[in-house]
């Protein structure tokens, strides 16, 4: 399976923010939706990924500058994106290996949508199941 086909079953809705954001206001957005990360855009780009990690980071650090920092300031800008070809295996391996659990989907340079590590996982367990499911009824003779 591919992202596309895991899009087009989840939607390709994605929660952005404006780099000027405050983080309160952001982690308020993160509250409201039950997500884990916003995407930063500008112009409709992807500028960065503010993630619950990197508020926490910045909480550990500093917690009264919260209220006054702006997303651009905390957010990490060099983010780890997807195309919509690629392949769920190929894009677990790539989260795993870059401990992430929020890859933006992009296509000819544009956001087109989002998938978390729980989607990826939850997609690959469905097909092992369909897949498990048609060779105990083809060994067993059950062709319809």
Same mark, same amino acid.
């Given at each position: 399976?591919?992202?596309?086909?895991?899009?087009?079953?989840?939607?390709?809705?994605?929660?952005?923010?404006?780099?000027?954001?405050?983080?309160?206001?952001? +982690?308020?957005?993160?509250?409201?939706?039950? =997500?884990?990360?916003?995407? %930063?855009?500008? /112009?409709?780009?992807?500028? #960065? !990924?503010?993630?619950?990690?990197?508020?926490?980071?910045?909480?550990?650090?500093?917690?009264?500058?919260?209220?006054?920092?702006?997303?651009?300031?905390?957010?990490?800008?060099?983010?780890?994106?997807?195309?919509?070809?690629?392949?769920?295996?190929?894009? +677990?391996?790539?989260?795993?290996?870059?401990? =992430?659990?929020?890859?933006? %989907?992009?296509? /000819?340079?544009?956001?087109? #949508? !989002?998938?978390?590590?729980?989607?990826?996982?939850?997609?690959?367990?469905?097909?092992?199941?369909?897949?498990?499911?048609?060779?105990?009824?083809?060994?067993?003779?059950?062709?319809?």
């Amino acid at each position: 399976m591919k992202i596309r086909s895991l899009l087009e079953k989840k939607g390709y809705e994605v929660v952005t923010v404006p780099p000027s954001l405050p983080v309160l206001d952001a +982690m308020r957005l993160l509250v409201a939706h039950n =997500i884990g990360s916003v995407i %930063v855009e500008d /112009d409709n780009r992807v500028q #960065g !990924i503010l993630t619950e990690r990197d508020i926490l980071r910045q909480a550990a650090r500093n917690p009264e500058a919260l209220s006054r920092l702006r997303v651009e300031e905390i957010m990490t800008r060099d983010v780890v994106v997807g195309v919509p070809g690629d392949t769920l295996a190929y894009v +677990m391996e790539i989260m795993t290996r870059n401990r =992430i659990r929020h890859l933006p %989907v992009v296509e /000819d340079g544009w956001l087109v #949508g !989002i998938v978390s590590i729980g989607d990826v996982v939850d997609a690959l367990r469905t097909d092992v199941e369909a897949e498990n499911r048609y060779l105990r009824d083809y060994i067993q003779g059950k062709f319809d």
